[in-house]
Each structure stands twice: as C-alpha cells, then as structure tokens.
C-alpha cells in the first residue's frame, strides 16, 4: 500500500532552525515535493526532489533518501513569517500526488 | 511561473442552493485539473480529477451527482455544489500540473464556502 507520515505540528524559536520530516511507503516513486501552506490559503510549492540528496533554494532546503523513504524540509534563519502548515506529497508510478495531513509549523518570538 | 486562478474566493449561500466555482489555467493547457476539499487544520482531499472532454474520475465517497464537475476547454473546469448543505461548508481548492513534464501541481486561491 500507500502511505505518508509527517509531525503534526513542531515549535521553533524565530532566528533558529527546524527540520520537518516525512517518511513515504510506496512501491513506485516519482518524487517527492514540500509545500507551504498559509490559514486559509492555498499551498505554494516550495521543493521537488526526485533523487537522492540535498537541494539548497535559499533559507529552505530539502533532503531526499529514496532507499529509506524520507525526506526533510530544513529552514534556516525562522522568522516569524514562516509560521504556516508544511505539505509533503510523493508522486506515485501513475504521477498521482499523495499528501501527507501536513505539519503546523510554530514560531515563537 | 504557471498560474491558476480561482473563482470565487469567498461565498455564502443558503442551504438547499447550488454554487459553481470556477478554475482557469492562465498559461498553459491543463488537460487535466485536480479539486481537492480541505476541512480545518486537516490535509488536502482529493475529491475528483477532471479530464478535459471526458467525466470526471470522483474519489470514494465522493458523490458525482452532488459535485457536478465540467471540463469543457483545455483552460477552464468547473465544480459545482449542488443542494449545498451546512456540512458542505469547507475550503474548495484546484490544482494543475503543466502536462509538458510531471512537476509541480499549481494552485489555485481556494474558494471557502460557507452554507448557512
């Protein structure tokens, strides 16, 4: 089967950094991307990693190791703004995305 | 980037009444858009994948006579809610992918109905 697990909400300390994890179960891959999501917003893409390894965009970077099925979302330098859910979602073989329920993401002054 | 645009972004109907909501890719050709609800503090929910000039592919559970979807243009899909009930109330959201290479899924603003 399918399946995608990610905390469900993680506090950090503005100026600090977090890392937010999802581990996957599937049997075909195409990817995996992390999205952020404001309240009450729609998601805004942030990271695709389809091989393995580190992919740096800025204060966020995304980690993928297929053969563990993981991944992270890391941010660097939190600010206050970044206080939002965050959407981790695998492409499955037929390119379908499967989402995880989201972490809520707190950032304490 | 590509662009999706979603309409409208807020609406309130009275029960018992059918609401459409509009989705338009703005810069390339989606054959085929993904509605999701999304229910307070919990994740996307796939309700329905719409193909253009086919029926829609409805997830379990999800009734097809209830949400109507339409996919008439290579740019445009339609969700309509019909005989909106107060448990209906959620946040509506669409989403394309750019058929040229299976990479992000772009979305659209969200429509939060609320069905007093």
């Known amino acids: 089967g399918q399946n995608i697990d990610q905390p469900t909400e993680m506090t950090a300390t503005e100026g600090a950094i977090v890392q937010i994890n999802c581990t996957y179960q599937t049997s075909g891959f195409n990817g995996l991307f992390w999205y952020q999501q404001h309240a009450g917003e729609a998601p805004t893409f942030l990271s695709y990693n389809v091989l393995d390894g580190l992919e740096e965009k800025g204060r966020f970077s995304s980690f993928l190791s297929r053969s563990k099925g993981y991944s992270y979302l890391l941010l660097k330098e939190l600010q206050m703004k970044d206080s939002a859910s965050y959407l981790c979602a695998f492409q499955d073989s037929n390119y379908q995305l499967i989402w995880g329920a989201g972490t809520k993401l707190i950032i304490k002054p | 980037g590509a662009v999706v645009s979603q309409h409208p972004s807020r609406v309130i109907c009275k029960s018992g009444t059918s609401v459409k909501i509009e989705c338009r890719s703005l810069?390339?050709?989606?054959?085929?858009m993904f509605w999701y609800r999304q229910f307070p503090k919990q994740s996307l929910m796939l309700m329905a994948t719409s193909n253009e000039g086919s029926k829609a592919t409805y997830e379990q559970g999800v009734e097809k006579d209830k949400f109507l979807i339409n996919h008439a243009s290579l740019t445009l899909s339609t969700l309509t809610v019909t005989s909106a009930h107060p448990e209906d109330s959620s946040f509506y959201i669409c989403?394309?992918?750019?058929?040229?290479?299976?990479?992000?899924?772009?979305f659209g603003q969200g429509t939060r109905l609320t069905v007093v």
């Open positions: 989403s394309a992918r750019n058929p040229e290479g299976h990479t992000e899924a772009f």
């Open positions: 810069d390339f050709q989606a054959t085929t």
